[in-house]
């Protein structure tokens, strides 16, 4: 079993239109994330939930809107895509809210507007 | 806030040779330090952690990292690198005491082995 999983592995689709990526994870874990890797490799927090609670939103613009239904999941939901949002966009989970635990990465979605 | 530069976005090395991937970091405060490695198409894989203590950590697959608090330092270390640690590698740090998990990477250095 995959400990966090990601759907759809790839994205391609034009702009202006709206999508989903959706992430589980088995592990138990309270926190996930969304990271968000552009094409020279540099890794951004967009969010985190603890619990489904909202913890960090980072400058994101508001096309952007997270969804925790539980704390197993946790889904971004892309409003009226913009060339600039081709990306890979990485869930992530971990333990508790304290950093020391490190994360568990799903193996991402790479998303391509044209 | 923190941050991290990588100092070198590409190294390249022959198999069986030594590896030193560079890591420096900026905090006001008390950190954690973590390095990950990813492969091809897939996601992130911790490799070793400084939560406390000890300077020197070992990892996963042989490496090992040494935390400089003076230099604001934490690099990756590989005594024989192999074709198969041909991989990305990044530099991660978090704030000790926040409360968000929140981890701010370097840019990443690309391990390049060749045979």
């Known amino acids: 079993d995959t400990a966090v999983s990601q759907t759809p592995k790839y994205l391609v689709t034009q702009m202006g239109n709206d999508k989903s990526i959706k992430c589980e994870q088995n592990?138990?874990?309270?926190?996930m994330y969304w990271y968000k890797q552009d094409s020279k490799k540099f890794l951004k927090i967009m969010f985190s939930?603890?619990?489904?609670?909202?913890?960090i939103n980072e400058t994101v613009p508001n096309r952007f809107s997270p969804k925790s239904p539980d704390k197993a999941h946790l889904n971004l939901h892309i409003n009226s895509l913009e060339l600039g949002d081709s990306a890979v966009y990485f869930c992530?989970?971990?333990?508790?809210?304290?950093?020391?635990?490190?994360?568990?990465f799903g193996s991402g979605t790479r998303l391509t507007v044209v | 806030a923190q941050s991290v530069t990588q100092l070198d976005s590409q190294v390249p090395v022959f198999e069986e040779a030594p590896v030193e991937l560079r890591c420096n970091y900026s905090?006001?405060?008390?950190?954690?330090l973590f390095w990950y490695v990813q492969y091809p198409n897939q996601g992130l894989q911790l490799l070793l952690k400084?939560?406390?203590?000890?300077?020197l950590v070992k990892g996963i697959n042989g490496f090992e990292a040494e935390f400089n608090k003076s230099q604001t330092s934490f690099h990756l270390r590989k005594p024989s690198v192999h074709i198969s640690d041909t991989a990305e590698y990044f530099c991660?740090?978090?704030?000790?005491?926040?409360?968000?998990?929140?981890?701010?990477f370097g840019q990443g250095t690309t391990l390049q082995v060749k045979p």
């Open positions: 992530a989970s971990s333990r508790g809210i304290r950093a020391n635990y490190g994360y568990t």
């Open positions: 592990l138990g874990h309270d926190t």
């Open positions: 939930y603890n619990n489904k609670e909202l913890i």
């Open positions: 905090s006001s405060v008390s950190v954690y």
């Open positions: 400084y939560l406390s203590g000890s300077t």
């Open positions: 991660a740090v978090s704030e000790a005491s926040g409360n968000t998990g929140k981890l701010i």
